[in-house]
């Protein structure tokens, strides 16, 4: 887990502050969301597995789930941000961001809603701080030299996996990216 502490996800919608869960489930993830709050975190701490990972890692693959709901609230825990800035592994995500739209879910919206836009260099933005290198869709081409201009490597692939075999193909693109041999 990424922290032993509680912390809870609520976002401010056009109907009112609700659980993740409720905004989710419940409302099908439709009201447009002002903002995301966790709950908690303030007062959480990375969990000493994320930190030591964090530190003692090759490699870092950030996989393609929503960077607001999944995974900035790993990011928003004292320090791992900066440890992140530090680490000396290569950090890789892959955009969760095809043609405008998210694989599943909300993303994009979210993405929109917190001032970032809706694609794969708004994704390379909101990771700016600490990516290395970008995997991002081909039909995506377009927004390559923009993610280039952050000075982080797009990577260009198919990334949706609607079949066994795109899976593996993608995995193998992100570790041959990375360096690794089999």
């Given at each position: 887990?990424?922290?032993?502490?509680?912390?809870?996800?609520?976002?401010?919608?056009?109907?009112?502050?609700?659980?993740?869960?409720?905004?989710?489930?419940?409302?099908?993830?439709?009201?447009?969301?002002?903002?995301?709050?966790?709950?908690?975190?303030?007062?959480?701490?990375?969990?000493?597995?994320?930190?030591?990972?964090?530190?003692?890692?090759?490699?870092?693959?950030?996989?393609?789930?929503n960077?607001?709901?999944?995974?900035?609230?790993?990011?928003?825990?004292?320090?791992?941000?900066?440890?992140?800035?530090?680490?000396?592994?290569?950090?890789?995500?892959?955009?969760?961001?095809?043609?405008?739209?998210?694989?599943?879910?909300?993303?994009?919206?979210?993405?929109?809603?917190?001032?970032?836009?809706?694609?794969?260099?708004?994704?390379?933005?909101f990771?700016?701080?600490?990516?290395?290198?970008?995997?991002?869709?081909?039909?995506?081409?377009?927004?390559?030299?923009?993610?280039?201009?952050?000075?982080?490597?797009?990577?260009?692939?198919?990334?949706?996996?609607?079949?066994?075999?795109?899976?593996?193909?993608?995995?193998?693109?992100?570790?041959?990216?990375?360096?690794?041999r089999s």
């Open positions: 887990p990424m922290t032993d502490d509680r912390v809870q996800t609520m976002v401010e919608t056009e109907n009112g502050l609700m659980p993740f869960q409720t905004y989710f489930v419940k409302h099908g993830h439709r009201p447009k969301v002002f903002k995301v709050i966790f709950d908690g975190v303030e007062n959480a701490k990375p969990s000493t597995e994320v930190r030591r990972s964090i530190k003692e890692a090759d490699y870092l693959v950030i996989c393609p789930s960077p607001i709901l999944s995974i900035n609230p790993i990011l928003s825990l004292k320090g791992v941000r900066e440890m992140l800035r530090q680490t000396s592994a290569t950090v890789l995500a892959v955009s969760p961001i095809v043609g405008g739209r998210a694989f599943r879910g909300p993303a994009a919206e979210l993405l929109k809603s917190m001032g970032f836009e809706a694609s794969p260099a708004g994704v390379a933005a990771y700016r701080d600490f990516l290395d290198i970008l995997v991002m869709d081909e039909t995506d081409a377009e927004h390559a030299e923009e993610v280039r201009a952050m000075g982080i490597k797009p990577v260009l692939t198919n990334t949706v996996m609607t079949t066994f075999e795109d899976k593996v193909s993608l995995a193998k693109t992100c570790l041959q990216t990375l360096g690794w």
